[in-house]
């Protein structure tokens, strides 16, 4: 029995009933052919999930539709969730985005199989829906194909690389690296790993690798927990562990937006009486968060800490200054 059989039986008995009358969950179990035990299960995915309106007897497991006579509660086309839905748009993003190659040709079969199953289980339409979902990534930029296979290949094999890496003006540089996690942020493709050259954590930019050997030595290993303390805890893609805590407040519309959006796992905002929003960050490097900011213009200020507040000062001069 598939997913979608179960809920479609409940659905039938459900609308079968007059109005008024209901049905226990035993007589239900033993219509459908479902165990008892996950009746409640599909009809809380009903309820909760395909905004059926069932009403629950006090005190009774018996079910049945709030509905005027004659009416019939139709299950929707989509049973994916929202969460579910974005995974899926991202998932095709994502896939379409990595550089030609034999990689891209794996990633072309498994989006066709991806596909395949949605299809087949009644989720997705037949026809070329994706066609009707639009993704714009914004400043995503060029990778060299020899370059991402080698990258994901150290990655996922757990070797070493030799890469040469220019940092952004700065002159390149070789290091060795033990590659520890792929990074898909703001459109572009970043690489986690533990340098041996500086001894430390780095994150690098994949568009701003120009070489890349894999090499027979094993990756270190790092801990997940350490690894999540290093590149979780600070707000942006080169953070480190996060020693400080940015609080910024942002004023009218910038207000009503930022406090729909997710700035970091761990930021704390809250309304003041004034009608402004304040939102706390934790961060180390203040690159990203400095150029976050200032985008925003006349609607957002820094509070603390004062160098912070001092650079973005700085920074609203110097663009000033050009006008």
């Avoid at 659905?11 to 219509?31: A, F, H, P, Y």
């Amino acid at each position: 029995m598939s997913n979608l059989e179960p809920i479609t039986k409940i659905n039938t008995i459900l609308n079968s009933l007059v109005q008024g009358e209901t049905i226990s969950k035993k007589d239900l179990s033993e219509r459908t052919g479902i165990h008892h035990r996950t009746i409640e299960r599909h009809i809380d995915f009903l309820r909760d999930a395909l905004r059926a309106p069932l009403v629950c007897l006090p005190g009774a497991s018996a079910y049945r539709y709030d509905l005027d006579a004659g009416d019939r509660f139709e299950l929707p086309g989509i049973w994916f969730s929202k969460d579910e839905l974005a995974a899926l748009f991202a998932i095709k993003q994502v896939l379409g985005d990595i550089p030609e190659g034999a990689l891209s040709k794996v990633a072309d079969k498994l989006w066709e199989r991806i596909e395949k199953v949605s299809v087949e289980s009644g989720q997705l339409p037949d026809s070329d829906w994706t066609g009707k979902v639009k993704i714009l990534p914004i400043g995503g930029r060029t990778i060299e194909d020899g370059v991402f296979r080698a990258l994901v290949e150290g990655v996922l094999l757990g070797k070493r690389l030799r890469i040469v890496h220019k940092k952004l003006g700065a002159d390149s540089r070789e290091r060795t690296v033990s590659p520890l996690q792929i990074v898909r942020f703001r459109d572009n493709w970043y690489l986690d790993a533990w340098c041996h050259v500086e001894d430390g954590f780095r994150s690098f930019a994949m568009n701003r690798i120009s070489k890349v050997l894999v090499l027979q030595d094993p990756s270190l290993r790092k801990d997940s927990a350490e690894l999540s303390m290093h590149f979780a805890s600070a707000y942006g893609i080169f953070n480190g562990k996060a020693d400080k805590i940015a609080r910024i407040k942002f004023f009218g519309i910038a207000a009503e937006e930022v406090s729909q959006e997710r700035w970091h796992s761990m930021e704390e905002g809250h309304f003041l009486d004034d009608g402004s929003y304040q939102l706390s960050i934790p961060f180390h490097k203040d690159i990203e968060l400095v150029m976050d900011v200032l985008r925003w213009g006349e609607l957002a200020v820094v509070l603390e800490p004062e160098e912070l507040r001092e650079k973005v000062r700085k920074k609203l001069e110097a663009a000033l200054g050009r006008y």
